[in-house]
């Protein structure tokens, strides 16, 4: 009912009877009330109105006097910062950046900065802190929190697989033996699966840049070995030598020193092998 009187209101339109009348002069003087100040103080409460009305006018001397030291009028400018105010820290010995760790100091925030009388002249030559506190019935902290270890922070760290011996005539010295066998022969699985992983990023880098029309012949030699390696023959022949022998599954062999002149043999035998025949020739 109130909203349509005040949309009647707003579009000029009047009502008949009395108790109408009434509600309407009612309503006017709401909407004088609610648009009387440019401001519309009357939506002041509105939910769509974030903005708070200040409630001190603003420009006033109380309005003014809320604000900093700077923006007051009637005060002139404060003087710079004298030696001993600028130098407090340095003057207390404070060199370093509390926040840089050191050798055998944790690291501790240094955010409540002391006065200088606080520090000269109520301070204590030893204060008593969490860290320099001592209680006779309480146990102090074998390893504070910035002290734990966390290696999966640093995860680009090298693990040396040492090698076992393999147990003799299928039986282990004790078990201590077997358990170090035992952790060495499953690394040695985890670095064969790391190869696979790696031939077959070579595999798509190589099919990637070769293109779709040469890489099913450039390429062939990278997915052949890609291939054999994922069967399930050759990871069981792998693991059973690797279980019998006690050797590592890949090798990691340097290249001979005459690997070159290998090559150039093997193929210059290729090329002799099959040139085309001609007649007299010995073989």
Not at 142 to 155: A, I, L, Q, V
Request: proline share 8%; aromatic share 14%.
């Amino acid at each position: 009912m109130k909203k349509r009187i005040y949309r009647n209101l707003l579009h000029g339109k009047r009502f008949g009877s009395s108790t109408n009348r009434v509600k309407e002069i009612k309503a006017m003087e709401t909407l004088k009330s609610m648009w009387a100040h440019p401001v519309f103080d009357g939506f002041r409460d509105h939910p769509t109105n974030r903005a708070p009305t200040p409630s001190v006018p603003v420009g006033s001397d109380e309005w003014n006097a809320k604000g900093t030291e700077l923006m007051q009028r009637g005060k002139e400018y404060p003087e710079p910062r004298n030696f001993f105010q600028k130098y407090k820290l340095v003057l207390q010995g404070k060199l370093d950046d509390p926040e840089k760790p050191k050798v055998g100091r944790a690291v501790r925030n240094n955010q409540n900065f002391k006065t200088w009388y606080e520090w000269a002249v109520a301070g204590t030559l030893r204060p008593m802190t969490p860290e320099t506190y001592a209680d006779s019935y309480v146990k102090k902290n074998p390893c504070p929190e910035e002290f734990w270890r966390m290696p999966w922070r640093w995860p680009q760290t090298k693990y040396m697989n040492p090698k076992i011996p393999p147990p003799l005539e299928g039986k282990y010295q004790d078990y201590y033996h077997f358990v170090a066998f035992r952790y060495w022969f499953q690394n040695e699985r985890q670095v064969y699966l790391a190869e696979i992983k790696l031939i077959k990023e070579a595999l798509e880098r190589c099919v990637i840049r070769e293109g779709s029309l040469s890489a099913m012949k450039n390429c062939r030699h990278i997915f052949n070995k890609y291939y054999s390696m994922t069967r399930q023959e050759e990871l069981h022949q792998a693991m059973l030598y690797a279980a019998y022998t006690g050797n590592k599954i890949m090798r990691e062999t340097p290249y001979p020193e005459d690997f070159v002149d290998q090559k150039r043999k093997i193929y210059d035998d290729w090329l002799t092998r099959t040139r085309m025949k001609q007649p007299g020739d010995p073989y």
